[in-house]
């Protein structure tokens, strides 16, 4: 089966750095997605890595290290926008995607 | 393009009714998931299709559900009979083969059952 563990929530100011860590456990691992919902919203993509190290998209970035089966999603230069939940999620066998619980991140003034 | 498109936005029903939930998916995308999302259990993978074939339905929670994709561009979710605990928002989404790491979720429905 698959597991994915997240923190389930986060807070920090505007301008801040914030690290949303992701471990994984599953048979069939392809790669580490992550994607952002807004209250009342539906999942939108952020990025995704199917190798060791960062991804660099913006003001966000992703890492993954597949030998420790962990991934993180870094949030640069917080906006009050960037107030989500945030989702890892698992590309493994023939396509399937599982989303972990989930980490919500408030930002304060 | 419209985006994966879901209808209804919002259904209410009673206890005992049949639901029917629709989905267009992006033309030309390959895959198509339906998820169901809950306080309690998150974002939850019910079943998923490839060229319109089911490739695994084993997030169906018990055989009240089933999903169906007729052709490319359409794909119904049933619930029959509705329970109060399928009360959720099920969320549709679809992707290209060569790169369904990338979703793309419709606005989903918001399901309640009195």
């Known amino acids: 089966g698959q597991s994915l563990e997240q923190p389930s929530e986060v807070t920090a100011v505007e301008g801040a750095i914030v690290q949303i860590n992701c471990t994984y456990q599953t048979s069939g691992f392809y790669g580490l997605s992550w994607y952002q919902q807004h209250d009342g919203g539906a999942p939108t993509f952020l990025s995704y890595?199917?190798?060791?190290g960062l991804e660099e998209t913006g003001r966000f970035s992703s890492f993954l290290s597949r030998s420790d089966s962990y991934g993180y999603l870094l949030l640069q230069e917080l906006q009050m926008k960037d107030s989500a939940s945030y989702f890892c999620a698992v590309k493994g066998s023939w396509g399937k995607l599982q989303f972990g619980a989930g980490t919500q991140v408030v930002v304060t003034p | 393009d419209a985006g994966v498109i879901q209808s209804p936005r919002h259904e209410v029903t009673e206890m005992g009714q049949e639901v029917t939930l629709r989905c267009k998916p992006i033309s030309g995308h390959d895959y198509l998931f339906w998820y169901r999302q809950t306080m309690m259990r998150g974002l939850e993978l019910l079943i998923y299709f490839n060229n319109n074939v089911p490739i695994d339905d084993s997030g169906m929670p018990e055989d009240r559900f089933s999903a169906k994709m007729p052709n490319a561009s359409f794909s119904t979710l049933k619930i029959q009979p509705s329970e109060p605990r399928d009360s959720a928002v099920y969320f549709c989404a679809s992707s290209f083969q060569s790169t369904n790491e990338k979703l793309f979720f419709g606005s989903g429905t918001q399901l309640s059952v009195l």
């Open positions: 890595n199917a190798l060791d």
